[in-house]
């Protein structure tokens, strides 16, 4: 099977994941993996997919779980020899209206989508194929939370040499500063989402940055992106897109064509890079 295709897609039960499935299958060629952390809601995400005549396969992935995410890398490299395409879209809100304490939120909301969507790339960015593609699917939130940081936090999150290492150390100090309740006087926004989403917004600068310094021949290129304001269990109702109009995006940039030099290492919305 090394020579078949495979893409993946993290958290793809439901909502954006599940349309991004659902557009691969149509679009990529190759095999489609659809991920859940509990493999009865992924199954049946499978099996409405396969009801509209698509070829989809499944994999259990908890990105909290890094056990989890070393046996789907071990199958992966097993069955494939690696991957061509990680889309990078499991995550959590907590809702406006929760009560929960807010350094709770702050460290549940960061552990699963800046620590977890992490531990997937640490594991599975080794395994990328030439030609590859990643996208870490992040969001407006974090454009709009880098703005309610601090000169001296925008200039560390702006800046093009800061460390996998150094952006780790930040994140666990947000969270370590709401629970002391200093996070605000230490210079960080209200909100963890956003806050989160920084995260994975400047992870995807730095892991592009290390693409180029590590394995420039390879031609991967890895993006984040925001897929708009789309009608999930997330984002409610009332929001402006659909989960089929929210995948555009990430799609586009998963089935970036092989001669495609760019986008990489960039922040988009609506298939057009944003200034960072
Ligand atoms: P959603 O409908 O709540 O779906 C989230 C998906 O992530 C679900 O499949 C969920 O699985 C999965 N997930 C959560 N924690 C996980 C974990 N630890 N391991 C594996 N999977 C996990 O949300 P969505 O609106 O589709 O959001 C998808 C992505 O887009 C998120 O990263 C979100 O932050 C981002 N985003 C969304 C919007 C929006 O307007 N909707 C805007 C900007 C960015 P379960 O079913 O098991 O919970």
């Known amino acids: 099977m090394a020579s078949v295709p495979v893409a993946v897609v993290t958290g793809s039960n439901k909502g954006i994941g599940f349309a991004i499935v659902r557009a691969l299958c149509q679009q990529f060629p190759g095999d489609v993996y659809l991920t859940a952390r509990d493999p009865g809601r992924g199954q049946q995400a499978?099996?409405?997919l396969q009801e509209e005549g698509l070829r989809v396969l499944f994999h259990q992935l908890d990105i909290d779980d890094l056990?989890?995410?070393?046996?789907?890398?071990?199958?992966?490299?097993?069955?494939?020899?690696?991957?061509?395409?990680?889309?990078?879209?499991a995550g959590i809100a907590f809702k406006v209206r929760d009560t929960t304490p807010f350094a709770i939120q702050a460290e549940v909301t960061l552990k699963t989508n800046f620590f977890g969507t992490r531990n997937v790339c640490t594991?599975?960015?080794?395994?990328?194929?030439?030609?590859?593609?990643?996208?870490?699917?992040?969001?407006?939130?974090?454009?709009?939370?880098?703005?309610?940081c601090s000169q001296e936090l925008q200039q560390k999150f702006r800046s093009d040499t800061i460390t996998e290492d150094e952006l780790v150390e930040l994140m666990t100090?947000?969270?370590?500063?709401?629970?002391?309740?200093?996070?605000?006087?230490?210079?960080?926004?209200?909100?963890?989402?956003?806050?989160?989403?920084i995260g994975v917004t400047v992870l995807s600068r730095i892991q592009a940055r290390m693409l180029n310094e590590k394995r420039k021949g390879d031609h991967i290129l890895l993006n984040a992106c925001c897929p708009g304001w789309v009608r999930t269990d997330m984002a409610g109702p009332k929001a402006t897109k659909s989960p089929d109009e929210g995948a555009e995006t990430p799609v586009y940039l998963a089935l970036l064509p092989s001669?495609?030099?760019?986008?990489?290492?960039?922040f988009l919305s609506n298939k057009t890079v944003r200034p960072w």
């Open 123 to 148: 594991e599975l960015l080794p395994l990328v194929k030439p030609y590859g593609k990643v996208v870490n699917v992040s969001s407006m939130a974090s454009n709009s939370a880098l703005g309610g």
């Open 259 to 266: 001669d495609a030099d760019g986008p990489h290492g960039q």
């Open 67 to 89: 056990q989890s995410i070393r046996a789907l890398r071990d199958f992966l490299k097993e069955k494939y020899g690696g991957l061509n395409v990680l889309v990078n879209n």
């Open 46 to 48: 499978v099996a409405k």
């Open 173 to 197: 100090k947000f969270v370590e500063d709401t629970k002391k309740s200093v996070h605000e006087k230490e210079g960080w926004p209200n909100t963890a989402y956003g806050v989160s989403k």
